[in-house]
């Protein structure tokens, strides 16, 4: 019993995430720090591209979330640095990409799509609903049926 409790608190303790974030990065003002883990959360690591630059241990990673980190200490505003980045990288670098006319199709497709969706099924439902059931088997035609099929 004992085994199967360590196994399962070992498991557990394997699914927790690793954060790559190094003692030596960390800022001794805790409110500056939880804006740049809020930053560092937000922005992608361009080696890893799907993780945020806060759970990437790529040497880029670590970069920008030095950067972020002299940039708060700087004095600027989160929304300063994000467009600091995004000057320097692209759009790619947002995990979640702004509403502007170039990513309209980004965050409305899905929307686009599941209204053709609704659409389709709607209109097929009609379509069903509007056609009359079909006669059943006339008795010749039951005979007929049978000898084909061998009965």
């Known amino acids: 019993m004992r085994r199967l409790i360590l196994a399962s608190l070992l498991a557990l303790a394997m699914t927790v995430p690793t ?3 190094q003692p030596d990065e960390v800022l001794p003002d805790a409110a500056l720090e939880a804006r740049a883990r809020t930053l560092s959360a937000e922005l992608r690591c ?3 591209q ?3 630059i806060d759970d990437s241990d790529a040497p880029l990673a670590r970069d920008l979330r030095l950067m972020i980190r002299e940039r708060l200490t700087a004095g600027d505003s989160d929304e300063t640095i994000i467009d600091y980045v995004v000057s320097r990288y692209g759009e790619f670098v947002l995990l979640r990409p702004r509403f502007e006319p170039a990513t309209w199709a980004l965050w409305l497709t899905p929307f686009v799509l599941l209204l053709a969706g ?3 099924v709607a209109m097929q439902r009609r379509r069903m609903r509007g056609k009359e059931p079909e006669a059943p088997l006339s ?3 039951q005979a007929r049926l049978e000898r084909l099929l061998g009965e």
């Open 50 to 52: 799907n993780q945020s």
């Open 118 to 120: 609704v659409s389709l």
């Open 139 to 141: 008795v010749e035609e």
């Open 19 to 21: 954060l790559a974030v």
């Open 46 to 48: 361009l080696v890893c």
